[in-house]
Structure formats: C-alpha cells, structure tokens
C-alpha cells in the first residue's frame, strides 16, 4: 500500500505525462497494477507518459515482481547492515520456507538470479530491437520489456491501447521476441524457491515435492493449452501466419496468461471458446513464490489429485510418493473458494457499471485478479467505479485472499470444547 500510494504521487506529477497531467484515480490504478505486477493499464505507457513516468512504473514493478521484502533485503546488503533474527524470520515468511537457515543466502540467490535473467533478456530484445530503432531507444526499449516480462508485470511500450496494434503484435513472428518472452514469462512463474531448486539440481540430484508439482502441472498447462489453442484458431487468428509462427503464438499465449500480459494476438478477435481458455489459465495462474498471481497451480495440482484420490476411494491425496497433509488440502479449497466468490462479486458489480458483454466484463475481472494484464479492451473504457473495483481485484490477487482474510481475522482463541460430529449428504 504504501509502494502504491508514492506511485501515485508520483505519476499524479506534471513530469509524469506528455500531455495533461494524470488524474488521481489514472494515476491510482496505473500504480496499482505496476505494484501488482499486473500491466493493464487505464493510460497509453508509451505515448501517454514520460521517460520520468515509464521509470516510476518500472521501479514499481521491479519492486512489486520481486517482492517489497526481498528489495529491503537488497538495500540492507548494499549498504552492509546485519540483518535482524525479526527480519530473517520475515523473511521466511515471505519465501514461503519452513526454516530460518539460509534464508538470507536465499535471498541473495533470488536476487542475483532475478538480475542476471532479466539482464540476459534485456540484451537479446535490445538486439532485436536495433533493427526497428536507433541504438539508444532499442537498449531502454530492452530492459524496460525484459523487467517487465520477467516480473510478469506485462507492460509495454508499443502501441496504442486503443489502437490495433497493441502490445507485441507486431512480433508475432519473430522468433527472438517470441522465445525471449516465453522464457522470462516461464522463469519468473515458477518461482525463486524452484529456480534454485533447478540450479542446486546437479548437485543435489533430487528436486523438492514442491518443485516436482510446480513443474508438471507447469507442463500440463502450457503443453495442453498450447495444444487448443492452436486447434481453436488454426482457421481463424492464426490463419495469417506461417507454420512457426502459429506455434510460437500458441505457446505464448498459453504462458502468458501465468501472468505475462504480453501477447502477440490481438485478445478481442480470438473465438469466445478461446478467450473462455485463457480464463480458466488465468484464474489458476503461477506459482507460490514468484512474480505471477491467481490461486497458483500447487493450489489447481492439490484440488485435482485430492479430487481423483475421492473417485478412487483412496484416504491419503499423495503426490510423487509424499502425502499431502490435511492441513494443505483445507488450504487449497479455502483459497479457491475465497478466490471465486471474489471474481464472482466483481464480475456481478463490473457487469451493472460498464457496458460491455459478460465475457469481456469476466475477462478483464479474472485478468486483475490473476494479475494477469490481458485485456480485451475494456480496461481504457473503464468508469469511475470501475477503475476502484479492478484496484481492488488486483490488490487482493497479488497480497492473495486468504493472507488477507488471515491479516484481518480477530485474534486466534483456544477453543475450550467440541461439537459432536454430525452427517451432511454430499453428491
């Protein structure tokens, strides 16, 4: 909150835009959804704001990408300052770990991983780039598109957001842009728990049960969403292009509703069967611990084993041969829930506020709240109250709902006794 509220502040700046100064709410929401590592935007990014204005949404998402902690983490290393037993135990809390040892060594890792990926992608685009633009443009043009896939923020400056050419269609396909963007997309959904998990791998020769999940289910997700979405638009949206180029935009636009934002097909033109797709791929969304929102998919993974486990009759939900604990599953099923009820509300309130059609109202409510930042153009259209409902579906989905729900709940009471069981009909 506070991140977003200095964002704010700042865009609300003359400095901030190239034209009229930003309005409050604008300039409210675009901080929101840079914090939130979002990318929809109420604004053009490139035209609309300045240099100085493209840097404060780029901090914002830097820091919200790699999260506030991790970044304070940064600043007390730099400056040489002991890290507190109260700070490593934040810090633990915030990497998702069950102990304390070596959390700060972690730290350091996430945040060395973090700079070289983004740099590494940084140069290929600014290569790329340098065929388009002149040197200069093409490096920033670099970076700032590095951070902000990576961070899964899903921010660009190409086009215009009312215009046909928003976003990275016009590098449908390319293969550097296409792949670069797949990559960083998919780096920065897994997680920095199963990064360094990967890099430790030839060392440790085993992988976490947490890292096993995220990346099957990972595969599952891009392999079969890749698959249908190729098969819904063979004959419509990716008729235009040539035989790579169909299946390089099949795999983008199946990693990026993780949370990427990015797109090389025009949203609006896909079949609804298609938008309904990247619905269902946006509210499940990436994984615990990383730069992506939505309910996360070790939450989609629990929900679908602990589902199969009941249809077989089995009492134990076991994943790669470890079981999973009660505790987990209730987890799971609550965050679903919340997460539901939530969209379901603001789909409900967005459908009596704008005027759009019930799919594209859902699209753009599942997009805030998976922090996903693909839009089917309702986002710049948006009213007043609007514009306040989708700041709070991006809040909540990248602090999470059931944080949130245990951050305000009163202060736990031992329950002194228990109720006798008793026996509800299921089905």
């Not at 972690?106 to 700079?115: C, F, K, M």
């Not at 909540?396 to 202060?411: E, F, H, N």
């Amino acid at each position: 909150m506070v991140l977003i509220a200095a964002g704010t502040v700042l865009l609300c700046l003359p400095a901030a835009s190239t034209g009229e100064r930003i309005s409050f709410i604008d300039a409210l929401f675009m901080a929101t959804s840079a914090t939130c590592v979002t990318g929809l935007a109420v604004i053009d990014t490139g035209t609309q704001l300045t240099l100085f204005g493209q840097i404060v949404l780029l901090v914002l998402f830097q820091f919200g990408g790699l999260g506030f902690v991790t970044m304070a983490t940064l600043i007390t290393l730099v400056l040489n300052k002991r890290i507190s037993l109260k700070e490593r135990l934040l810090l633990q809390e915030s990497m998702n770990q069950n102990s304390m040892q070596g959390i700060v060594r972690l730290i350091q890792r996430v945040l060395i991983y973090s700079l070289v990926i983004q740099l590494s992608g940084a140069i290929l685009l600014a290569a790329r780039f340098t065929l388009d633009m002149n040197f200069g443009k093409a490096v920033y043009y670099g970076l700032f598109h590095s951070i902000s896939i990576f961070n899964n923020a899903g921010f660009d400056l190409f086009g215009d957001i009312h215009g046909p050419f928003s976003g990275l269609t016009r590098y449908a396909e390319d293969p550097i842009v296409n792949i670069t963007s797949m990559v960083l997309i998919f780096l920065g959904g897994i997680g920095f728990i199963v990064l360094s998990d990967l890099i430790d791998y030839p060392k440790r020769k085993r992988l976490t049960l947490h890292s096993q999940v995220v990346l099957s289910t990972s595969a599952v997700l891009i392999l079969g969403g890749a698959a249908v979405f190729f098969w819904l638009e063979l004959n419509s949206t990716l008729k235009p292009l040539h035989a790579g180029g169909k299946v390089m935009a099949s795999f983008l636009q199946a990693i990026t509703p993780r949370s990427g934002g990015v797109t090389t097909i025009e949203i609006p033109l896909l079949r609804e069967s298609t938008q309904f797709l990247m619905i269902l791929l946006m509210f499940i969304g990436a994984a615990p611990g990383s730069t992506g929102g939505g309910i996360k998919i070790t939450t989609f993974a629990i929900l679908a084993v602990t589902a199969y486990t009941k249809i077989r009759g089995k009492e134990d939900i076991v994943m790669f041969r470890q079981r999973i604990s009660k505790e987990n599953v209730y987890r799971a099923i609550t965050m679903t829930l919340l997460s539901l009820m939530l969209v379901v509300s603001a789909t409900m309130l967005l459908s009596v506020t704008e005027s759009a059609d019930f799919l594209t109202v859902l699209f753009e409510a599942v997009s805030a709240f998976g922090t996903s930042g693909i839009t089917m153009g309702l986002t710049p259209n948006l009213t007043t109250i609007g514009k306040v409902l989708v700041i709070i579906l991006m809040f909540v989905g990248r602090t999470g709902p059931l944080t949130l729900a245990y951050a305000l709940k009163p202060k736990n009471s031992k329950e002194l006794y228990r109720y006798p069981e008793g026996n509800i009909t299921i089905g």
